[in-house]
């Protein structure tokens, strides 16, 4: 059975910092596609972050720059480092492995203050 927690979500003020944590059981992250994606109020879930076994890590426009996803095989976990917050980054945030038809988390709520 896959599982992927999530943790790290909470309030912060824009400029800050934020670090998701996405820690995976029955699946080993470093032989799979992984991701974050987001979701904010009525809209649609969006990627933020992701990353094909060997390939380079891609990165939604909006976070370039800002955002940093990397991953501690030893600890089979997935992280996104999310630096100069906006209030347009408050959304549920996701992390996902082998794609949208693959596995999800519970999603952690970011929200950022102006």
């Known amino acids: 059975q896959v599982q992927l927690v999530e943790s790290g979500g909470g309030l912060v003020q824009a400029g800050g910092s934020l670090r998701l944590s996405c820690a995976a059981s029955?699946?080993?992250?470093?032989?799979?596609?992984m991701g974050w994606y987001r979701q904010a109020p009525g809209k649609q879930r969006e990627l933020v972050a992701s990353?094909?076994?060997?390939?380079?890590?891609n990165y939604a426009d909006s976070v370039k720059g800002r955002f940093t996803m990397s991953r501690d095989n030893a600890k089979n976990t997935i992280y996104l480092q999310m630096n100069s917050l906006k209030p347009e980054d408050t959304a549920v945030y996701y992390c996902?492995?082998?794609?949208?038809?693959?596995?999800w988390g519970q999603g952690t709520q970011v929200t950022v203050s102006s």
């Open positions: 996902n492995s082998r794609g949208l038809q693959g596995y």
């Open positions: 990353r094909s076994p060997g390939a380079s890590t």
């Open positions: 029955g699946i080993i992250f470093s032989f799979n596609a």
